[in-house]
C-alpha cells in the first residue's frame, strides 16, 4: 500500500519509527517531514499529508504531532480526506468499517510506539463495511455528507 506519513516537530522520532517499521511491513511510504527538530507548525504537514491523500499519490495518511488533535483538525480540512483521532486499536478499525477513514493521526506525547504500530495494524486491515458484498449503504450515505456538507 502507499502510505504518506507527516508530523511536526514533536513526533518526529515515532514518524520515523513508524515509517521505518511501514517500509519492513512492505510499504510504499512518503515521508512528508520534517526532517528534524526544529519547531514547525503542525497545519503545514498536515495541509501536505491531505494533500497526497485527496490526489491519490498515497492510498492511506499518517499523522502525527504532539497530542495528534492540532494535525488532525488540519488534516480534515480537506474535503476528500476523513483523519480520525486514534489512541487504540478498536477506534482505528472502527475509523475505516464505519468512516472509511482514509487517514488516522496519533499523540506522539500520549501513544507509544507498540501501540501506534497495533493502531496502524487495524486501520491498514481493515476494510470499509460498504465495499463489503453483504454493505448496506448506510455508511457510505454517511461517508457522503462529510465530503459534501450542507452548511
Known sequence: MRIAIASDHAAIDLKTELRDWLIEQGHE???????????????????????????????????????????SMSVNRNPAVRCALVSEPLSASLAREHNDANCIAMGAR??????????????????????????T?????????????EI
Do not use: W
Request: aromatic share 6%; with cysteine; charged share 25%.
Open 29 to 71: 511510504v512518503a515521508d512528508l517531514g520534517p526532517e528534524t527538530t526544529d519547531s514547525v507548525d503542525y497545519p503545514d504537514f498536515g495541509y501536505k499529508l491531505a494533500s497526497v491523500v485527496a490526489d491519490g499519490t498515497a492510498e492511506r495518511g499518517v499523522a502525527l504531532c504532539g497530542s495528534g488533535i492540532g494535525i
Open 110 to 135: 500520549l501513544t507509544g510506539s507498540d501501540m501506534a504500530k497495533a493502531c496502524l495494524t487495524a486501520f491498514l486491515e481493515t476494510e470499509f463495511a460498504d465495499s463489503l458484498p453483504n454493505g
Open 137 to 149: 449503504g448506510r455508511h457510505q450515505r454517511r461517508v457522503d455528507k462529510l465530503s459534501n456538507p
